[in-house]
């Protein structure tokens, strides 16, 4: 049981890092769009997060659409 408890702890400490993590990369995307490219931490996010969606495809749009669709499946569970 005790094997349980700490797996349990450590899912739920990853979830919750998961969370911040993402709430910090939705922020500085938005920071990112709204003060451009040339903010110093917000827009080299911004471009980070510009060629990994060019590696996704040349629809960049319809891979972001994707990934909002399966982290929403994923926080359902």
Do not use: C, D, H, Q
Request: glycine share 6%; aromatic share 14%.
């Amino acid at each position: 049981m005790n094997k349980i408890f700490k797996f349990k702890k450590i899912k739920k400490f990853l979830y919750r890092s998961t969370e911040i993590l993402t709430l910090f990369i939705a922020i500085s995307l938005l920071f990112g769009i709204i003060f451009g490219p040339e903010t110093p931490v917000f827009g080299v996010i911004l471009k980070n997060f510009s060629e990994i969606m060019n590696l996704f495809g040349e629809n960049g749009l319809l891979a972001l659409a994707s990934l909002i669709i399966i982290f929403a499946i994923l926080r359902k569970k």
